[in-house]
């Protein structure tokens, strides 16, 4: 049983670039939410996709978009970096019936 | 607001001992969840317990178990037996049953010590 799975694993960005972060669900869910996770601190909610739609949103700008396709898969986008954007980025995944989210290795960004 | 306190930075424990790990939230929702979850230096979030808040039993899983006081809105966890695998930040979750977003806590990083 294929759990969560993201890429890529590590990602060095400089400012001002746009960067695009994958996510596979655990298999058989069909929700995937997405967190930022800053150095020291608990992960923050960005946005969760469900039937292909944002279903609900964080306190994130508009530069951070995201997409599901018909497998259920998720990208997370992120324009116009800035330094701050630095952090470990979360993928989680669920049953929209259920409430527990299962969580993947996350990907390293690095904004220099 | 919905938040979640976790008022131990750091706690360390002798292997083999028990270790309780605290847990504070906020809110004004009857009808939520909560969670421990164990982020070990690869990074990938592992669910350690789940709570229901609606149920009164305290959930445990092995060597696990959790202290849930609703009125207190107190979530602890407690780890026997403690292994060395056990070393990790530890962070406690909140979900409300309407939503779909965990609000989290900021961790507690558990030493294990040989």
């Known amino acids: 049983d294929a759990g969560v799975t993201q890429s890529p694993t590590h990602l060095i960005k400089t400012r001002g670039q746009q960067v695009t972060l994958r996510c596979s669900p655990k298999?058989?869910?069909?929700?995937v939410s997405w967190y930022q996770q800053a150095l020291g601190q608990g992960p923050q909610f960005i946005f969760q996709?469900?039937?292909?739609?944002?279903?609900q949103r964080g306190n994130f700008p508009d530069r951070f978009s995201g997409h599901q396709f018909p497998n259920y898969s998720s990208e997370l986008n992120v324009n116009a970096l800035l330094l701050g954007d630095s952090a470990l980025y979360l993928c989680?995944?669920?049953?929209?019936?259920?409430?527990?989210?299962?969580f993947g290795p996350g990907t390293r960004l690095t904004v220099l | 607001a919905q938040t979640v306190t976790q008022s131990q930075p750091e706690m360390s424990v002798q292997e083999a001992e028990t270790v309780t790990l605290s847990c504070t939230y906020d809110?004004?929702?009857?009808?939520?969840?909560l969670f421990w979850y164990k982020q070990p230096p690869s990074r990938q979030m592992i669910l350690v317990i789940r709570?229901?808040?609606?149920?009164?039993q305290n959930a445990t899983e092995n060597r696990f178990s959790v202290n849930f006081q609703k009125a207190a809105k107190s979530f602890s966890l407690k780890i026997s037996d403690s292994q060395l695998g056990d070393a990790a930040m530890y962070f406690c979750?909140?979900?409300?049953?309407?939503?779909?977003?965990?609000?989290f806590g900021t961790g507690t990083r558990l030493t294990v010590i040989p």
């Open positions: 989680a995944s669920s049953l929209a019936l259920q409430y527990t989210q299962y």
């Open positions: 298999s058989g869910h069909d929700t």
């Open positions: 996709y469900y039937e292909e739609e944002e279903r």
């Open positions: 809110t004004s929702e009857s009808d939520y969840y």
């Open positions: 709570q229901e808040a609606y149920k009164q």
């Open positions: 979750a909140y979900k409300v049953r309407e939503a779909n977003n965990l609000f």
